[in-house]
Every structure is written in C-alpha cells, then in structure tokens.
C-alpha cells in the first residue's frame, strides 16, 4: 500500500502580513501531481487544515477545491488538529466517507478504522485532555494520558484484525524539535506523549510540529508544506511517501514540496548587509534582519529593502552594548544639569546624541521655564 503522509497546511494563513493562499493553491496543486504520478492509495493529511477555527472563506474554498481533486484519484483520511474547529471541520463528513474522503474529528471514533484495501486505518483527531478526561474516565489530565486511551481502543480493534494498521493523530511527541510557529498545546495539562503509545502500529502520520522529522522509522512527522515561522528556514518541507508491504516491511522517501519563497535570518552592520556581494542569494527572500550598529541607522528598513525588497522584520541589537545600569534614578542624574538629563532623553528616543541645534532649543526651553518661574 501506498501512502502519502502531509499535515500542517494551515489554510489561510499569512506570513508578517504577506498572504500564503496563493502559495498554499500551489502545494495542492503539486500534493495532486505527485497523487497522480506515483498512484498514492491514500492521503493522510494530519490535522491543522485550517489555521483557525473560523476560517475565511477563499481557505475554506482553496480546502474544497484540493479535497474535490484528490478524491478524484484516491481516498483520502484527515483529522483536526488543535487550529481546526471539530465542528465545522466535520460538518458533513458522513457524507464525504461515501466520496471516500474520511473525516475524523470525533473523540468517540478513535477505535473506528477505516478500511482501505488490506488496511485499517485510524484518525485520532487532536484530543484536548480537558475535553476527555471525563468521557475517558482518566486518572490524569495530560496529552499523554489521552492519547494512551485513544490507542488501546485503536490496539482492541486492531487484535480482532489480520490486517495493516495505520494511525493518525495531532500531538506533539517526547523528543520533537519545534518551531517558532506552532501553537502552544501546552493548556490542559502535560505536553509531551512518548513516541511509545504507537508501538503496534505498522505507521503513524502525526502532525503538529512543523518540521519533517522521522521519531522512529514508522513514527514521523511530515512537517508543514511551508515555512511558517522564520525559525524554520533551514527545513525541507514536503510529504512523506511511504510504502507498506506485506509482513510488516515499510520504506519511506520524502517529496519536497515548491517554495514559493524561501525564508533566512540576516544579522549585522547595515552597510556590510548593503555592500557585501555574498548577501546577493538573499535578495529574492522573505527575510528577518538583526541589526548590530552602535546606533540605529537612519531610515534602515528603507534603505534595507533597497536592495532585499522581501525584508519583512527589523530588530535592533547592538555589539558590545554596555551592561544595564541597575542604579536608581536618583543616583544617575545628580550632579547633571537639566540640560544633560534633556540631553540624554533626546538620545535614548532618537538612537543619536542631540544635535548642536537641538542642544540650543531645549536650553532656550529651559531659559524659558526658568523665567516664568522667577516671575511667578
């Protein structure tokens, strides 16, 4: 059997304000392609669909669309993940198992495989410990403690079987590397679930970190199609093609998905980053660029983007900068004139020393107040 593992497309999502749906169209139309060209059995799309749970409506469309198409050629499993509304997200899905897309947001249906070929396969949605703790009777509020739950019922149904047996579930697993741009799972107890509660299993597709990352050779992680944070560049991002043979024997390759636009992290003086020609592979990239000068440069995202136009975030930390002065208040201006104290505040909001002129007006201010005061 043939599968291809994806997770994570978080349909209408924008990276620092710059709209992905486009992009997003794009993955779907090479998720087809590679359906198509290596006649894939089944989809396994591991939760976070949409990246809110009121989604907007060209991601809802954009979701329809890639469904519609990849129904077409194969069946199709899917599962919410902690973005996804359980509720809209499976609205219709009795439905859809007749058009052989199968939509699992239902904690109650975990020990309910859906058979495809020779294979059981099961969707464990995202399972908010709060949610189950009580329908489950657990002793624990925690993901691990949910998630072994989930699996002995999937583990009961699988020993009344002779079959393959293949799992979906949405959490993040003990060992995981994560990025800046998944959302905390971290409310509603412990975290972490060991990559041990799917022992038994011939595969399991999770989803939830947005790297690519292989927990045991039949435990992994496909990753998000695309980078979301900038902590991710250095990712590949695609989908897992894995093939499950008879006797249990499973290979795995991963498709590498288009990048649209990649992403990178530039750090130094300004006029290095504007100069250096090694900084021209940048030029085409949706960057975060650090600034080390001893001042903050004038105009710098405008002259940035003179020569990196995609440069999306600006930060400001300078080299050598002096430790923090813990003294008070109190202790740091006495003995400076007012026009010193002036003088530093004009610093500290301009990033420069005042200026000659400047220094002029804030005296001619303070000759000012001194005046009105004598005469008060």
């Given at each position: 059997?043939r599968l291809l593992h994806?997770?994570?497309?978080?349909?209408g999502?924008?990276?620092?304000?710059?709209?992905l749906?486009g992009?997003?169209?794009?993955?779907v139309?090479h998720?087809?392609?590679?359906?198509?060209s290596?006649?894939?059995?089944?989809?396994?799309?591991?939760g976070?669909?949409y990246d809110?749970?009121?989604?907007?409506?060209?991601?809802?469309?954009?979701?329809?669309?890639?469904l519609?198409?990849?129904?077409?050629l194969?069946?199709?499993?899917?599962?919410?993940?902690?973005?996804?509304?359980?509720?809209?997200?499976?609205?219709?899905?009795?439905?859809?198992d007749?058009?052989?897309?199968?939509?699992?947001?239902?904690p109650?249906?975990?020990?309910?495989?859906?058979?495809?070929d020779?294979?059981?396969?099961?969707g464990?949605p995202?399972?908010e410990?709060?949610?189950?703790?009580?329908?489950?009777d657990?002793?624990?509020?925690?993901h691990?403690?949910?998630?072994?739950?989930?699996?002995?019922r999937?583990?009961?149904?699988?020993a009344r079987?002779?079959?393959?047996?293949?799992?979906l579930?949405?959490?993040?697993v003990?060992?995981g590397?994560?990025s800046?741009?998944?959302?905390d799972?971290?409310?509603?107890?412990a975290?972490?679930v060991?990559?041990?509660?799917?022992?038994?299993?011939d595969?399991?597709?999770l989803?939830?970190?947005?790297?690519r990352?292989?927990?045991?050779d039949?435990?992994?992680?496909s990753?998000s199609?695309?980078?979301?944070?900038?902590?991710?560049?250095?990712q590949?991002k695609g989908?897992?093609?894995?093939?499950l043979?008879?006797g249990?024997?499973?290979s795995a390759?991963?498709v590498?998905?288009?990048?649209?636009?990649?992403?990178?992290?530039?750090?130094?003086?300004?006029?290095d980053?504007?100069?250096d020609?090694?900084?021209?592979?940048?030029?085409d990239?949706w960057?975060?660029?650090t600034?080390?000068?001893?001042?903050r440069?004038?105009?710098?995202m405008?002259?940035?983007?003179g020569?990196?136009?995609?440069?999306?975030v600006?930060g400001?930390e300078?080299?050598?900068?002096?430790?923090?002065?813990?003294?008070?208040?109190?202790d740091?201006?006495?003995?400076?004139s007012?026009?010193?104290?002036a003088?530093?505040?004009?610093?500290?909001?301009?990033?420069?020393?005042?200026?000659a002129?400047?220094?002029?007006?804030?005296?001619?201010?303070?000759?000012?107040?001194r005046?009105?005061e004598?005469?008060a």
């Open positions: 059997m994806t997770s994570d497309w978080h349909l999502r924008s990276f620092h304000r710059e709209d749906l992009a997003q169209a794009a993955f139309d998720l087809v392609d590679t359906v198509r290596e006649r894939v059995d089944c989809v396994l799309i591991s976070d669909v809110r749970a009121l989604p907007a409506v060209d991601a809802v469309r954009l979701c329809n669309e890639a519609e198409r990849l129904a077409a194969t069946r199709v499993v899917l599962i919410a993940g902690n973005h996804d509304s359980v509720q809209r997200l499976g609205f219709g899905s009795s439905l859809m007749k058009a052989g897309v199968h939509v699992r947001t239902d109650a249906s975990v020990g309910e495989p859906i058979l495809i020779d294979a059981a396969v099961y464990i995202y399972l410990p709060e949610l189950v703790r009580h329908r489950w657990l002793d624990e509020r925690s691990a403690a949910a998630l072994t739950e989930a699996m002995r999937v583990r009961a149904d699988i079987r002779d079959t393959t047996s293949i799992v579930a949405h959490a993040f003990t060992g590397e994560a800046d741009s998944e959302r799972i971290s409310v509603g107890g975290v972490n060991p990559a041990s509660v799917f022992e038994g299993v595969y399991a597709a989803g939830h970190l947005h790297g990352q292989a927990m045991t039949r435990v992994r992680y990753g199609p695309l980078a979301y944070s900038f902590s991710e560049e250095r590949l989908s897992w093609l894995v093939d043979r008879p249990g024997e499973l390759e991963f590498e998905a288009p990048v649209p636009r990649r992403v990178a992290r530039l750090r130094g003086h300004i006029d980053l504007l100069a020609p090694s900084y021209e592979k940048y030029e990239r960057l975060q660029i600034l080390t000068d001893a001042q440069p004038s105009a710098a405008e002259r940035l983007r020569r990196f136009p995609y440069a999306l600006l400001f300078p080299e050598n900068e002096t430790a923090a002065d813990t003294r008070t208040w109190s740091r201006i006495r003995e400076r007012d026009l010193d104290i003088g530093d505040f004009v610093a500290e909001v301009s990033q420069a020393p005042a200026s002129a400047e220094r002029d007006l804030l005296h001619e201010a303070f000759e000012c107040c005046q009105k004598a005469l």
